[in-house]
């Protein structure tokens, strides 16, 4: 079966970093993406990784490993717009999503 | 190309009747998902196709759930005798996936069902 496991909820201040982390246990790998929820909407994509490692892109930032089954997202500089909910998910050929982390900024 | 879209946006129902949603994927993409989310939850996956073929079924589905891609365009999704239980967003996704190259899925903007 598929088991993938982020936090249910984080809150940061504005301009501050999160991490969010997320560990996964699938029956396939292909890959690893994160996808950003706003309420109401649509999730969107952020980022993708195959290989080993940190991708950079902007304030948003995303690291693989695939040997420990772990993923994290970072959020630089963070910002009221970025209250979102945060979604990792495995590319298992299905594409399984965990159930979320919704972040929270103060000002 | 516009990107995913959904019909209908909205739907209400009353409980015991048939409903049936469309997705319309991005032309190029051969890949196409269903999920369902709740409030609080990630999308759940339904099923999922690779051009006309579904590929996977969730075992979670009931059998009241259908889903076909004619073509390996369009989908769409039928719930039979619909249950309360059944209020949800239903979102459709597209992909492409060959070889060894991947793109991300885009969503549509989703179709929410109230049934009453």
């Known amino acids: 079966g598929q088991n993938i496991d982020q936090p249910t909820e984080m809150t940061a201040t504005e301009g501050a970093i999160v991490q969010i982390n997320c560990t996964y246990q699938?029956?396939?790998?292909?890959?690893l993406f994160w996808y950003q929820q706003h309420a109401g909407e649509a999730p969107t994509f952020l980022s993708y990784n195959v290989l080993d490692g940190l991708e950079e892109k902007g304030r948003f930032s995303s690291f693989l490993s695939r040997s420990k089954g772990y993923s994290y997202l970072l959020l630089k500089e963070l910002q009221m717009k970025d209250s979102a909910s945060y979604l990792c998910?495995?590319?298992?050929?299905?594409?399984?999503f965990g159930a979320g982390t919704t972040v929270t900024v103060r000002a | 190309d516009t990107g995913v879209s959904q019909n209908p946006r909205h739907k209400i129902t009353k409980r015991g009747q048939n409903v049936t949603f469309r997705c319309d994927p991005i032309s190029e993409h051969n890949r196409l998902y269903w999920y369902r989310q709740t409030l609080g939850q990630g999308p759940e996956f339904l099923t999922y196709?690779?051009?006309?073929?579904?590929?996977?079924k969730s075992r979670l589905l009931s059998d009241r759930f259908s889903a076909e891609r004619p073509k390996g365009s369009f989908s769409t999704l039928e719930i039979q005798r619909t249950e309360q239980g059944d209020s949800a967003m239903y979102l459709c996704?597209?992909?492409?996936?060959?070889?060894?190259?991947?793109?991300?899925?885009?969503f549509g903007q989703g179709t929410r069902l109230t049934v009453v």
């Open positions: 196709f690779q051009n006309e073929a579904q590929l996977e």
């Open positions: 998910a495995v590319d298992d050929y299905k594409l399984s």
């Open positions: 996704a597209s992909s492409f996936a060959g070889g060894n190259q991947r793109t991300e899925a885009f």
């Open positions: 699938t029956s396939g790998f292909n890959g």
